[in-house]
């Protein structure tokens, strides 16, 4: 999510989506998405006042902020991520007293039994290491804490639809952003890793959203350029931004409702 404003036009789709991509992720990506996931995240984590937390992977702090709200003003919460750009954007997202640091999921920058509850929303899918972070977040959690991780999957069909139309655009290896989203779908596999990273048994629960998205031209910008996908795709020329939209938007159809277009997930969450 390294590249600013992208270059395009006041008078496409994409020129109506300027700002950083983290910004955009805020401005876009959380109401509609991140929000609803981070709410059901963090009733299954039952935070109570007072209670030290630590969000891993906190993006632009959607959690992390229904997180303070929970634990008032005698907790503790902290937001960490990977990405600078996600964490300054999460820093002018909130007057509750956050801190937020720049670290990796394999090295959390915190001594051990720090927190009483970690939480993970929409990130651990991407760790290179999973059973590293999730036995990073049990060694900042006290004996008898919490875990909760929400992870997305499988693929609906309107995000393998985007998949499958982004490759003519920018090949394979981009578009494939798209699915590695949803690789982490088996819930088996989700409790057998915190399993293995010695947070006992988790149970897994399913949670079917329906999410109540922008009409198909400005959902796809708003995903495209609010992602790591904007690299690649803010240097796409008009015509070819045109082009890909109306191969998108062809596809995207069927999902269209009166007033925007919907898409159904499924959300897993591993509470231990
Ligand atoms: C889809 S966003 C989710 C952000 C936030 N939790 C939310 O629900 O909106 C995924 C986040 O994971 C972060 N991330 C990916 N790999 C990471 C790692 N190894 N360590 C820390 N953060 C990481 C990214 O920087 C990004 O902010």
Known sequence: MDTDTPRNDQHTTA?????????????????????????????AA?????????????????????????????????????????????????????????????????????????L???GLQFFADKIRALSEMRRVVVNGGRLAVGVPGP???????????LIPHVGVEVAAFVQAV??????????????????????????SLILELDPPADFLWQYLLGTPLAAATADLDLDEQRNLEADVVKR??????????????DLHIAVA
């Open 46 to 118: 039952r935070p109570a006042a007072g209670e030290r937390i630590i969000d891993v992977a906190c993006g632009t702090g959607v959690a992390t902020r229904l997180a303070a709200e929970r634990v008032g003003p005698d907790g503790k919460v902290a937001g960490v991520d990977g990405h600078p750009g996600m964490l300054a954007v999460a820093q002018t997202s909130s007057d509750r007293p956050i801190e937020w640091r720049h670290a990796s999921a394999d090295g959390l920058p915190y001594g051990d039994d720090s927190f009483d509850v970690a």
């Open 182 to 207: 949803f690789v982490l779908d088996d819930p088996d596999r989700l409790a057998a890793l915190c399993h293995t990273a010695g947070w006992g048994d988790a149970s897994v629960e399913t949670h």
């Open 120 to 122: 993970c929303s929409l």
């Open 155 to 165: 693929i609906p069909p309107m995000m393998q639809d985007l998949h499958d139309a």
């Open 15 to 43: 020129g109506r989506y300027r700002g950083s991509p983290a910004e955009l992720y805020e401005r876009h990506f959380v109401p509609k998405i991140g929000l609803p996931c981070a709410e059901l995240l963090v009733d």
């Open 252 to 265: 995207w159809r069927q999902y269209e409702t009166t007033d925007g277009s919907e898409m159904t997930i």
